[in-house]
């Protein structure tokens, strides 16, 4: 069974601050990774995805994600954050043959200017 | 071009009545997702449809829960004898299929509020 941990419950960074949100998996076989976003009242928004390949993903918004297989993690990383950039940020895993997409608890980022 | 649009967009009903929540998914999106939303239980799969498999309902908490998709486009969640423990936000999500459906992003709905007294 595929699983994600998000081990914090809320970030907070000044504006202009790097940012990071964690996430680990557990899957069996090859991981497919993604990060979503969710703004209060509406719905989910894809950022970005690791397949294969380079384990530094770019994405939407400046947002970037380092996979590490050795530690199983996938953190969501940006240079310089942006009050706008406050809101909810899921990571989710998906085994390479499964139907399941399965997220972690959540992740509320608190830009402050 | 239009996204997932699910209605209603919130859905007030008493214990025991029956409710249809739908969703419209992107044109030409083979793979069709329902999830659940709750401040308990954060998000949870609950129903996977693609092309004309059968659907993967290991999600559903209940028998009480169903879903269909007709024509391989638009789907009704149903949930019969609606239990104050179901109340969440109900999320749809469509993507493409086919060999990259496991690696393929989803596209989320706004999703429908419902809220059982």
């Known amino acids: 069974a595929q699983s994600v941990a998000q081990p914090e419950d809320q970030v907070n960074v000044a504006e202009g601050n790097p940012l990071t949100v964690k996430c680990t998996y557990s899957v069996s076989g090859n991981p497919y990774l993604f990060w979503y976003v969710q703004y209060p009242n509406r719905g989910l928004q894809f950022l970005l995805k690791y397949i294969t390949g380079d384990n530094l993903v770019k994405g939407s918004y400046g947002f970037e994600a380092e996979f590490n297989k050795s530690q199983t993690s996938f953190h969501l990383k940006k240079p310089s954050a942006l009050v706008s950039d406050s809101a909810l940020y899921f990571c989710?895993?998906?085994?390479?043959?499964?139907?399941?997409?399965?997220f972690g608890a959540g992740t509320i980022l608190r830009v402050k200017s | 071009g239009a996204g997932v649009s699910q209605s209603p967009s919130n859905k007030v009903t008493e214990k025991g009545k029956d409710v249809e929540l739908r969703c419209d998914p992107i044109?030409?999106?083979?793979?069709l997702y329902w999830y659940r939303q709750s401040l308990g239980q954060g998000l949870e799969f609950l129903i996977y449809f693609q092309g004309n498999s059968a659907p993967d309902k290991s999600g559903l908490p209940s028998d009480r829960f169903s879903a269909e998709r007709t024509g391989g486009s638009v789907s009704t969640l149903t949930i019969q004898r609606t239990q104050q423990e179901d109340s969440a936000v109900y999320l749809c999500?469509?993507?493409?299929?086919?060999?990259?459906?496991?690696?393929?992003?989803?596209?989320f709905g706004p999703g429908t509020r419902l809220t059982v007294l």
């Open positions: 989710a895993v998906r085994a390479e043959y499964g139907n399941k997409l399965v």
């Open positions: 044109s030409g999106h083979t793979a």
């Open positions: 999500a469509s993507s493409l299929g086919g060999r990259g459906v496991s690696y393929n992003e989803q596209f």
